[in-house]
């Protein structure tokens, strides 16, 4: 059987798990498979963890990776990595349209649920991580290997470009 | 003086308290004469409260029965595998062992060569080794830590174990063994090579190598 501590840290952390795989590969279905795959490699791994990093992190890490190791598999994962809206500098006039000119509250909180999860992976994550999760620059750079300097562009490019995102579909 | 790109950048990091306390002095200044970044900080803030709102997903009602069954599964599974590849692998080291001194060091991919000449000047090549196939040659920024990386990435790889061979003042070399299909194998020693790569590359402290080799 599973030890003690693997099932306890399984339990503990299957939500976060799941959440994270779902926000990778945005299906319910794989998030089912990734989630089980993760479950598996922290029974045979967590013998070998050595606390370098935080436990949380390095869950984290091991599901974002074994969420892209599945995309790989697919062909979503180049369509996951296209950015179909234009990240384009932010040129306003004063009388350029505003999510302020989104009336609907409730319409635009859905939207922007909706809007997210279609920007491409490397600024859908960071942002995610941070807003959603609430990870730090530091933990965020730890989980995605990248300069912390990255995940702050990223993480402002990605509201930038969500932010565009939903403009272009105002009131569509 | 900075313009208002700039300053949007200092508006995502302030979002995230993540500013340093003189630059959001100077933020708040702008603001307040600033139309076009008052503008865009509203915006944005209307922006990440909604992102904060969104809700954890629900986890699926069978998902941790699935999940253990799984996991049980594995390990059925994986002893299953270990009986029937067990005597594989002994009979194989035994004919390699036999066999090993009439071996040469195989040759070195294409892309092992191209980083080899890339780190000529001022490495030296191993050549101790020849009874794995080197699959990489990695110059470091700092060894004990990017060797401290390599065993950490273990951990998501659990069909691969590492034995530290040799260690030098500046060096560490590795063999690698992999308990997976053959087809899986070159996928998985590509992934532990490119996540070791994205692993060191903030390191700053003194140079080594580390060398990876493939026991076949």
């Keep these: 059987m599973t030890s003690d501590r693997a099932t306890e840290i399984i339990t503990e952390y299957l939500p976060l798990i799941y959440s994270v795989a779902l926000k990778v590969v945005r299906d319910r279905d794989r998030a089912e498979d990734v989630t089980q795959e993760v479950c598996i490699k922290i029974c045979s791994g967590l013998a070998r963890f050595k606390g370098e990093s935080s436990l949380k992190t390095w869950i984290y890490r091991i599901t974002v990776n074994a969420g892209l190791d599945f995309l790989r598999k697919t062909r979503a994962f180049r369509e996951a990595s296209f950015i179909s809206y234009e990240d384009k500098e932010i040129e306003w006039e004063d009388n350029s349209p505003s999510l302020y000119d989104i009336i609907d509250e409730e319409h635009l909180r859905q939207r922007v649920r909706e809007k997210v999860m279609e920007l491409p992976l490397d600024f859908r994550l960071p942002l995610l991580m941070r807003d959603v999760d609430g990870l730090s620059y530091e933990e965020i750079s730890e989980v995605l290997r990248v300069p912390v300097g990255t995940v702050k562009s990223r993480i402002h490019r990605g509201r930038n470009l969500l932010r565009n995102m939903l403009l272009t579909n105002l009131g569509t | ?216």
């Design chain 2, 1 to 216: 003086m900075k313009n208002c790109n700039e300053y949007f950048k200092d508006i995502s990091q302030l979002l995230d308290n993540e500013l340093p306390p003189e630059r959001e002095k100077e933020l708040k200044k702008h603001l307040e004469t600033c139309h076009r970044c008052e503008r865009f900080f509203r915006e944005m803030t209307l922006l990440t409260s909604y992102l904060k709102g969104i809700p954890q997903e629900e986890l699926p009602a069978n998902l941790t029965f699935k999940v253990m069954k799984a996991i049980q599964r594995k390990k059925e599974g994986k002893r299953a595998f270990n009986l029937r590849w067990g005597t594989i692998l002994g009979l194989s080291l035994i004919l390699i062992f036999a066999v090993s001194s009439y071996i040469k060091p195989l040759e070195e991919s294409t892309q092992l060569m191209d980083t080899a000449t890339r780190l000529k000047e001022g490495s030296k090549e191993s050549t101790t080794l020849t009874s794995g196939r080197k699959v990489k040659t990695m110059k470091v920024n700092s060894l004990q830590e990017s060797s401290k990386i390599l065993e950490d990435l273990l951990i998501e790889f659990p069909e691969i174990t590492l034995e530290k061979k040799e260690v030098k003042e500046n060096e560490i070399s590795y063999f690698i063994t992999i308990t997976a299909p053959s087809e899986e194998s070159a996928l998985l020693t590509e992934k532990l090579v490119s996540e070791l790569e994205k692993g060191v590359y903030s390191l700053q402290n003194d140079s080594g190598i580390i060398y990876l080799y493939i026991k076949e």
